[in-house]
Each structure stands twice: as C-alpha cells, then as structure tokens.
C-alpha cells in the first residue's frame, strides 16, 4: 500500500512539474517573439544567436547578451525556453529585456574554430585579427542596428565560462556596451581557476569537463553534444583516479583528439601561452562608459579565484565603476532559488533571492534603462558566513583589515606568539600511493559541498598536520586574502603543500530552531557539535615556490619557505568556537599527485612515485605561521 501511494505521489509531482513548465512556456511565448539568426564577424565567420524579443512596443527596451560555449538551446524559433521564467531570468523577463543568448564560435550552431580561452588580442589591424572582444562588438552592433524597438543600450552578464566571455564584451569598447557582470569568471586558468591551483593540476574536473564531451572536434555546426567515450573503470573516484595512476595514463584514455587536453600537458610551467590567456593582463581595455559587477561565491569549487581576482585586477587597472558582490555560494547558486545552506552549513536567510532582488536587476535596470539609483549598491557586497550577514563595504579588502600572523606550534597548537625554542618542527609522511582524500565520503564526481564538508577525517590521518587554538574568548572576523607561509624540509625534491583554514564548532553546537545537530540537506541527522568546517582550502606546488614560470627543485632536508596565497575570505569564528589550521601533501583526486620527484609530472611514470618526509618547521629562526586578513 505504501509503494502504490508513492508511486501515485510520484506521478502527481510528475505531472504538476510537466503542467507548470508548460504554464511558463504559455507565458513566454505569450509575451515574447523568438528569432534565430546568423550574425557575422569581421572575419565573415557567422555565429548563431537565439533572440527573445518582447511583443510590448509601449516603450523601447534594452538588450542582454549571455554568449556561452554550452549552447542557447533549445533550438527552432517556435521552440520556447521555458527556463527563462522557471530561472532568475524572470525577472528580466518581467522587465521586458530583450534576451539574447549566443553560440559563440566554433561551438553548437556557430560557425568558426573554437579555441578554449582565446587571448585577448590588443593589436587588431585586419578583419582576420579577431578575439572574443571583437565577437562581441560585432555582435552589439548588428543588434543595435538590426533589432527594432531597442532602446540604445546593451548590458553583457554569464557565469563560469560566460564570464570569461563577459569580461571579454566588457573590453570591446562599443559605445552601446553600458553594463557588464562577470560571474565566477574563468580568470586565469593556471593560478587559481578550474584545472590549475598555484600550477597544481586539479585532475578531477579538468579530465571530467574535457572527457565529457566539451573539447572533442565536430566537423560542422551541431545540436546534439558528442557523448563521452570514455569509461573510467570504477564507481568511487578516489579509487578509480588511483588506479589509472600518472598523468600519462590518462593521456593515453583521451587519445589525440583533444586539443586543450594536449595543451594543458605541453605548457606545465606558466608560460607565455598561459600568461596570454590571463584576462587580468588586459582589464585596463575596459572603458570607463561599462560599468561592472563582478559577482562570486566564497564556496565556489570551480571559480572563486576569477571572481577575487577580476574585480582586483579591474579596481587596479581599469578606471570605470567597478562593484563586488561574493556570497556564501557554490558555482552558480546566486542563480537558483536557495541561497540558503551548502550542505551542512547554513547561511540563516535566502541569500540567492536576496542578491537578485537587491544587487543584480537594480544594477542592470539602473545601467540599461535608467530606473533607480545604483549609489545604493555598495563598492562591496560581501557575505560573512559565521555571523551569517551581508556587510556593505566602501572597499574591498576592507581598511580596517590587519594582516596578523598566527604561529604553529608544537603539540599541535596555534598561537599569536611566535616561538623562541630551537630546532622544532613537525613531521608526517607523504605516500602517494595513499593520497589524503579531499572528502571523507565515496562519490564518483567531485562534489561542490567539500567547500564546506566536516574536516574531522582529515584531522585523525597521521599525513594530516593540525593545529588548533583554544576556544575563542571573542569573535574572530577574517576579511581578504589569507597567506600561507611555511617553513619547511623535504626528503625529496619537490612536494606540494595544502593548507586548510577550519572553523571548530562547539561539541555542544546546534543551528538555532533545530530539535538535534542536522543537515538541512535531505537524509536527516548529522551530528554538527565538534564540526570542522572547511573555511578556505589551497594547494601549492612546491616547485613553483620562487616562481611560476621556472619551477625549482627542492635540495632534500634544506629547510625552504613556501609562501603562497590563498583566496579571500569572509568568515566569522565565533565566540566559543576554535581555529585550526590543517597541513597535508596530497587533496586526492580533486588535484592530481605530486611524485614528489622533481621530474615533468605529465610526463612521469607510475614508477617515479615515492613517499617523502615533510617537515614543518616552528622555531625561534624558522616560524611558520598562517597570515591572517583580521578585520578590527
């Protein structure tokens, strides 16, 4: 009886999810005229473009332009996407936007060559010179000319890959351009986004994306994506990330087909080919008539990176009007309609519906149809997860913030004090063939709730070192970038370093309302007293220590500093609450291994793996420390 009322339960949800996507369907086909069209670059290349158009001429409207490499399907102009009033895009709907979405080329039913990431190119003197900037002026402007009833104006946004492309549309200097959002914009993709950490390969979703179905050639424009040819041999990650072993394994399951697969192998040092396709070199080509918003989550797995980093490289470098907002979000949860936990963590408020209602559309409608004021839009928006609240700031980071370090120390303890006793360190062994895991739990794709996961697995790993404060007799408010500096000795020639900044709750912890320690996620119970919550995490490669460009070896048991940067943070420790700071050589199969040999790692051999004895020293001469942004 009870399977027969789930299945009857199943069919109702069913059939009122089909009834109410038809209902949204019915309302944007009731409002909106859909055309497709080929618009052509410079070059001749014509790249395909979905176009919503409202049927209300009472007044003229502005346009909004995603240009994405994952398609602007569905295709067909009497075929209506359903998704633009089910997602946030309703609300540009309501507004009478015009919504454009465009293939940009070489993808789906654009015509052209793809190249992951094009360089920005600042010399343009021919037709055939272009980029993803000139794309996109040619795109704004056969839309102003070609596009009745547009009132004049034209703002750019997308996330992920189509803030890359954002960016790239805030630079192309077209005159109607007024308004531009980059959205965890891939930035630079060898320092901290997406497939590269301080030059440490993240295998996981590189290999994931890429094997996929994302850079596999297609001979012409197409509808219906490649499917992945590629089978990995097991059901849990870590497991079958082990067994494949080194990166040339997994060179050999992808074959030649490929291209960026090829190129991330032949440029492993940070290079002129990777420092072209760093966007930060070229922000100083946005005009001071586009205004930006660059937007990001503090728990973004994919890109908290770019968005840090872009809207710092913009304040430096550019001299329009620049905003911030970063949330407490994983990749793309700004978008969705609950903004209110990442797994067991919760934010206390719906911080998705929030930003839309109060950052994004009042940006947009200020800039493209002159409604509101944009001075109520801080410099920076930034959520503090810990106090759970916004914070409205005339910078970022914030001038208050004192960068304080706090030592490691002997017995596993942290301390504001720096040491004076000789010869201390702390030791552990690296043994790649039995890498710390990133996650406690079995998955088969990488999950976006280890951003925040209970690091309680990691801290009882004798590869794991941990060191805590006492409990807290006030709040403790991080605000910008943590540095990690550590002072350490190797038995071998190279070794990477992750550092993790953890935020200890009391063992007596419950979230305020809740009747037991419980993830709001479906699944019930888990015990939240004595949580270690993950607060920001980084890996750095040792070689690159002195510089991204040349690595250098390690001179086995010499004591060296590794000091490296780890993305901003906007955390508050509370009272009664403890900070712990985690060291480990291996984040298993989230970045690939280190040999721990100073050897070409994407060329290396199973064979060249070896344990390695890492050092962290905390002494009187050699204190290694965690750098904290403190906020007074």
């Known amino acids: 009886m009870r399977k027969l009322f789930l299945l009857i339960f199943a069919l109702h949800l069913l059939v009122s999810v089909n009834a109410q996507h038809e209902q949204d369907s019915a309302w944007i086909r009731d409002n909106y005229t859909k055309k497709e069209v080929y618009i052509p670059m410079r070059d001749g290349t014509k790249l395909f473009t979905s176009i919503y158009i409202p049927k209300d001429a009472s007044e003229k409207h502005p346009i909004l332009i995603t240009r994405t490499p994952y398609s602007c399907r569905p295709y067909g102009e009497n075929n209506f996407n359903a998704g633009l009033w089910e997602r946030y895009t309703r609300y540009y709907a309501r507004e009478n936007y015009i919504i454009v979405t465009q293939d940009v080329r070489g993808r789906w039913m654009s015509e052209g060559t793809f190249v992951d990431v094009r360089p920005f190119n600042p010399n343009k003197k021919t037709a055939q010179d272009i980029d993803e900037a000139s794309d996109s002026y040619d795109t704004i402007d056969w839309l102003i000319k070609n596009i009745e009833n547009n009132n004049g104006n034209v703002g750019v946004m997308g996330g992920s890959y189509p803030g890359f492309y954002s960016t790239m549309a805030a630079m192309s200097g077209h005159p109607a351009l007024k308004a531009a959002s980059p959205q965890a914009p891939v930035t630079d993709w060898f320092i901290g986004d997406d497939f590269h950490h301080n030059g440490a390969f993240f295998l996981m979703d590189a290999f994931a994306f890429y094997s996929g179905g994302f850079g596999y050639p297609r001979p012409v424009p197409y509808k219906v994506a490649p499917r992945n040819a590629i089978r990995i041999p097991a059901n849990d990650n870590y497991e079958s990330y082990l067994r494949i072993g080194a990166l040339q394994n997994f060179r050999k399951l992808t074959g030649d087909s490929l291209q960026f697969w090829k190129d991330l192998y032949a440029h492993p040092n940070y290079d002129e080919w990777w420092q072209a396709r760093n966007i930060r070199n070229f922000v100083n080509h946005i005009p001071a008539s586009v205004a930006t ?246 890996i750095m490669r040792g070689r690159f220590r002195k510089s991204f460009t040349t690595p250098e070896a390690f001179k086995p048991n010499k004591i060296e500093r590794v000091k490296f940067e780890l993305p901003d943070v906007a955390h508050t420790f509370k009272k009664g609450h403890r900070l ?12 690939d291994r280190n040999p721990q040999k100073f050897v070409n790692i994407y060329e290396c051999s199973d064979s060249d793996f070896q344990k390695a004895t890492i050092r962290i020293h905390h002494d009187g001469t050699n204190s290694s420390a965690i750098i904290l942004p403190v906020l007074k």
């Not at 071998?492 to 953890?502: H, L, M, Q, R, S």
């Not at 712990?580 to 970045?591: D, E, G, N, R, T």
């Open 580 to 591: 712990m700071i985690q060291v480990q050589s291996s984040w298993f199969p989230l970045a």
């Open 293 to 538: 918003l660059v937007v990001g989550g503090t728990n973004d797995a994919e890109d908290c990176f770019g968005a840090w980093r872009t809207y710092q490289a913009i304040e430096q470098k550019a001299k329009n009007n620049n905003r911030l907002v970063m949330g407490p979000w994983w990749h793309g949860q700004w978008i969705t309609s609950d903004g209110t936990h990442l797994g067991n963590v919760q934010f206390g408020s719906n911080t998705s519906i929030w930003y839309q209602n109060n950052i994004e559309i009042p940006f947009f409608n200020y800039y493209l149809k002159g409604k509101g004021e944009m001075p109520k839009i801080a410099e920076a928006t930034v959520f503090f997860t810990g106090s759970n609240e916004w914070k409205h700031c005339e910078t970022w980071p914030l001038a208050a913030k004192k960068d304080e370090p706090i030592y490691l120390q002997p017995g596993g303890k942290l301390s504001w004090q720096k040491l004076t006793a000789k010869n201390s360190f702390s030791e552990y062994i690296s043994d790649p063939a039995h890498p710390v895991p990133y996650t406690e739990d079995v998955h088969f794709t990488r999950t976006r709730d280890y951003m925040t996961d209970d690091q309680r697995f990691a801290s009882r790993r004798p590869d794991v070192l941990t060191f805590e404060t006492e409990v807290l007799n006030d709040d403790l408010t991080l605000a910008g970038t943590v540095v990690a500096d550590l002072l350490t000795s190797i038995s071998t020639t190279d070794a990477d370093f992750v550092v993790k900044v953890i935020d200890v709750f009391p063992d007596d912890f419950k979230y305020p309302g809740a009747t037991v320690n419980q993830s709001r996620d479906a699944g019930g119970a888990y015990p939240m007293g004595g949580y270690q919550m993950l607060v920001r995490g980084e």
